[in-house]
Every structure is written in C-alpha cells, then in structure tokens.
C-alpha cells in the first residue's frame, strides 16, 4: 500500500529549532518529486521547500528563505525538513507532498506549535 508518513512536530520553545522527517513506501521513491507545505490557521496551504530537479537545485518559499532547509535522509527513502527560530504562539501544520505517475499523496499533517 502507498504510505506517506511525517514525524516530528510537537512544542518547540521560541527560537528553537525543528525537525521533520517524511518517509514514503509502496512507490519508487525519488527526492524530486517530495516537497514539504505549510498551512497558518485560517491560511492556504504553501509549498515551503522541494527539489526542483537532478542535482543541487533546490525551491524556497520567499517567506522562508534562510531559515528552512531542505535535504535527504542518508540511508533512508525520506526526506527532512528542518527550520530555525519559531515566533511564539506559532501554531502551523506541515504536509508532506509525493506523486507518482500523476497522482498525488499527502501525508496526514504535522502540527508544530511555538509555546510562549
């Protein structure tokens, strides 16, 4: 079965930093076609990080350039995500994002919240 699996989350204290790790099964994994999403309460959803294609190149939301990172897990078909400095009372879910052969498969959300 196809599986999109986020870890991490949680309370992380003001200006800490974060760690989230998307694992995906029951489809050939590739490091480009994963992306990580953003959703503020009452806000759209945005894609914040991916690979755009074979070698370094990489795609950053504005709003997060600087202060996210986008990378492969060694040894694992995964990928993190990882960001700097949460703002208290910081409550945003993060979504990981794959496809196969046209067709998309999210993960069920992570909720990161900022404690103050």
């Known amino acids: 079965q196809v599986q999109v699996v986020e870890s991490g989350g949680g309370l992380v204290h003001p200006g800490g930093s974060l760690r989230l790790s998307c694992r995906v099964s029951g489809f050939p994994f590739s490091i480009y076609s994963m992306s990580w999403h953003r959703q503020a309460p009452g806000k759209e959803r945005e894609r914040v990080a991916s690979f755009i294609s074979r070698g370094a190149e990489k795609n950053y939301a504005d709003s997060v350039k600087g202060r996210f990172t986008i990378s492969k897990d060694n040894g694992k078909t995964a990928v993190s995500l990882q960001r700097n400095s949460l703002k208290p009372e910081e409550t945003d879910s993060y979504y990981c994002?794959?496809?196969?052969?046209?067709?998309?498969?999210w993960g069920q959300g992570n909720q990161v919240t900022g404690s103050a």
């Open positions: 994002k794959s496809h196969y052969k046209a067709v998309e498969y």
